[in-house]
């Protein structure tokens, strides 16, 4: 329990950051005769010589992240919080077993640890709640990836166009992971998000929730709108020569879904859709221009009126827009 591993899953075993600041600083050394070498030959290479110190004294904060973990773990404070969680826990969880998996860090940095993963006492297959690395959660790892790179990969999906696009940016900035890895973190991170709104909607509708003064005494404007997206599901086949020509409601005896209602099709599949609805809040002056002093919310669903209505409620309260004298505030 606790044991860490660099360089392989049988490499150095890491004990304190210190230990691997001396580690790290003898690679240093060895490395700057070479960049050394290359810049003096040709100084165009500088762009390569930067390039390679970046990811040089990315692998050091990895380094010293990892002896910093280490010696935590190894502390009886930190068993004792491990076995509180495990308690408080909002499913019963086993005791747990230690297993060895491979840990993901800023900057693309990875390695191994030995971590407690405690499995669910009871297993429901409608309602499947997956079992927690407790000590790793401590540190708000999301699985084996570390906060920081969770936020990196996520923030990065969200401004390229496509998962591609996203992993070669990162790959730029010397994060090393796969598609299926990008895909997989902010799969994940979606879902957490997702079940921390639903606590926080339970907890605001049974009244637990305390509120909050962000948004008091400002004047703020609530923003809903709808669209539609596809979503995916099983694709129905449609025969491109037998219904040439016609439109979705002729192929399917069935209303037209989507903006194109009437359209002739084209395709040779249709799919589902739904309509997401995105919610804005934000505080403005007198003068209808937004404030920048405060950070706008924006959320989304794809769930009915009723519960966009719920979700609003939340954000008011939350926010303390409720509060007398009452936020003025438009649709």
């Not at 919310?297 to 519960?307: E, H, K, Q, T």
Request: hydrophobic fraction near 30%.
């Amino acid at each position: 329990m606790g044991e860490w591993n660099v360089n392989g899953r049988d490499g150095t075993k890491v004990d304190d950051a210190r230990q691997m600041m001396g580690m790290f600083l003898g690679e240093v050394f060895e490395k700057a005769k070479r960049l050394q070498e290359i810049l003096d030959d040709d100084p165009l290479l500088f762009e390569q010589v930067e390039q390679e110190t970046k990811e040089l004294f990315d692998y050091g904060a990895g380094l010293f992240l990892t002896g910093l973990i280490a010696k935590t773990m190894k502390t009886v404070k930190h068993q004792q919080r491990s076995d509180e969680v495990r308690e408080k826990y909002i499913i019963p969880l086993r005791s747990g077993q230690d297993r060895q998996i491979e840990v993901h860090m800023a900057s693309g940095f990875s390695c191994h640890a030995k971590t407690r993963y405690c499995q669910p006492k009871k297993s429901n297959q409608e309602d499947f709640t997956p079992g927690l690395d407790i000590e790793l959660s401590l540190f708000g790892f999301s699985g084996s990836i570390s906060p920081w790179l969770v936020s990196k990969v996520t923030r990065t999906v969200a401004l390229s166009t496509s998962l591609d696009q996203a992993r070669k940016e990162l790959h730029r900035d010397g994060i090393k992971l796969d598609r299926n890895m990008v895909d997989r973190i902010v799969t994940q991170s979606g879902s957490e998000m997702l079940t921390v709104r639903e606590r926080m909607l339970d907890e605001f509708e049974s009244g637990a929730m305390a509120p909050g003064n962000e948004f008091e005494g400002q004047t703020v404007s609530i923003q809903i709108d709808g669209g539609r997206t596809r979503t995916r599901s099983e694709l129905t086949a449609i025969d491109p020569l037998e219904n040439f020509g016609k439109t979705q409601s002729e192929v399917h005896g069935l209303p037209s879904e989507g903006r194109s209602k009437e359209q002739r099709r084209k395709g040779t599949f249709t799919a589902s859709w739904r309509e997401p609805k995105v919610l804005k809040i934000y505080v403005h002056g007198t003068d209808g221009r937004k404030n920048e002093e405060y950070l706008e919310l924006i959320d989304g669903s794809f769930g009915d009126a009723d519960y966009m209505e719920r979700l609003i409620a939340m954000h008011i309260w939350r926010l303390g827009m409720h509060k007398e004298p009452k936020s003025p505030r438009t649709f």
